[in-house]
């Protein structure tokens, strides 16, 4: 499912990138905690806006983060 491989390459990323836990890295970007956990874990549908607030969060292109995702 899409939202599952979104979330897992939000987590990887955010651990790579950063190294910071969910909630230090939500509430560096102004998100709720509770709701970007549902989105790394593939239980959110994220809107867009979502995804270029993360994005952005892990200092990467839109590019850069769907280069490498496999379904």
């Not at 990138?17 to 939500?26: I, M, V």
């Not at 509770?34 to 969060?57: D, P, W």
């Amino acid at each position: 499912m899409i939202t599952e491989t979104i979330g897992k390459r939000i987590k990887e990323l955010r651990i790579q990138n950063t190294g910071l836990s969910q909630e230090k890295f939500a509430n560096e970007i102004s998100m709720d905690r509770t709701y970007f956990a549902g989105v790394e874990n593939g239980k959110r549908n994220i809107s867009i806006l979502n995804l270029e607030k993360i994005i952005n969060g892990l200092n990467i292109s839109f590019a850069e983060f769907f280069k490498t995702m496999e379904d």
